[in-house]
């Protein structure tokens, strides 16, 4: 059995997700500016989960998200991240690279969530995200970020980058872990879906449609209180339970033993 379709099946999955793209599009023109946040929400939810759907993924859900503001921190992999992880927390602001308001029509919907954007080329510009960060985090947010900066491939966690963990150090906000794996009918770590290297959005996109069975599983873990870490610490702390989840019985090494908010 291959991973992979063939024939028109993958197309009709890039049609009816360039579709449901538009949809969204117009539902942000439309009906966000009438709406209070939690109809965005609502909007931003079951726009995700569709888009989903509509390239052949199914998502699968455990764990319980913090009630209130939180920091919430996942791995990084492929350009589908946001969507997985907004079916489950739709409430999420994203901090993303600025790079994806040049992605054709996806990078106007990013914006309109309300992301954070950062231009990692400018080492001043994380101080002035940090910033934006904890003005929202003060006023009952939830903000995503990616500590490791950019997508891996899935099984091996890169290095996190600890500076944007400093909003929540500063303004005590609990830190959630989120950790995202996508698999296929035939492996627990899906290549189909890796967006790494030279490889386009545009390639990635028609290996992701083109792919059988794909199955995002993300996974909300205990938030951990930020207080009593320096981010260096909390950056090595979230990373070591991260990679434990994702590699259940390994050997894992933990910097230090914070208590978690229930």
Do not use: C
């Not at 400093?166 to 296929?184: E, M, S």
Request: no cysteine.
């Amino acid at each position: 059995m291959s991973v992979w379709m063939r024939g028109p099946g993958a197309a009709w999955r890039l049609v009816r997700a360039v579709t449901h793209v538009l949809h969204g599009m117009w539902v942000m023109a439309r009906e966000f500016p009438v709406l209070d946040p939690a109809g965005r929400h609502a909007r931003i939810g079951w726009w995700s989960a569709g888009l989903l759907r509509a390239v052949g993924m199914t998502v699968e859900v455990n764990g319980e998200r913090h009630l209130g503001a939180a920091l919430v921190v996942s791995n990084h992999v492929s350009w589908i991240d946001i969507a997985a992880i907004h079916a489950a927390l739709p409430h999420a602001r994203f901090v993303s690279k600025a790079d994806v308001l040049q992605w054709p029509l996806l990078g106007w919907l990013i914006r309109g969530a309300g992301t954070l954007f950062i231009e990692r080329e400018r080492k001043r510009d994380a101080l002035r995200v940090v910033h934006a960060m904890a003005d929202a985090l003060r006023d009952g947010d939830t903000v995503a970020v990616f500590p490791e900066g950019t997508t891996g491939t899935g099984p091996e966690l890169l290095p996190f980058h600890a500076n944007l963990l400093q909003a929540a150090i500063a303004t005590g906000t609990p830190v959630q872990p989120v950790v995202l794996r996508f698999g296929d009918a035939l492996q627990p770590f899906s290549p189909a879906v890796v967006y790494v290297g030279e490889t386009t959005l545009a390639q990635s996109i028609w290996r992701v449609v083109s792919a059988r069975g794909l199955r995002a599983h993300v996974t909300l873990l205990p938030a951990v209180q930020a207080q009593g870490f320096d981010r260096r610490a909390l950056a090595e702390h979230l990373r070591a339970a991260m990679e434990a989840q994702l590699h259940p019985g390994a050997t894992v090494t933990r910097t230090k033993v914070a208590d978690t908010v229930h």
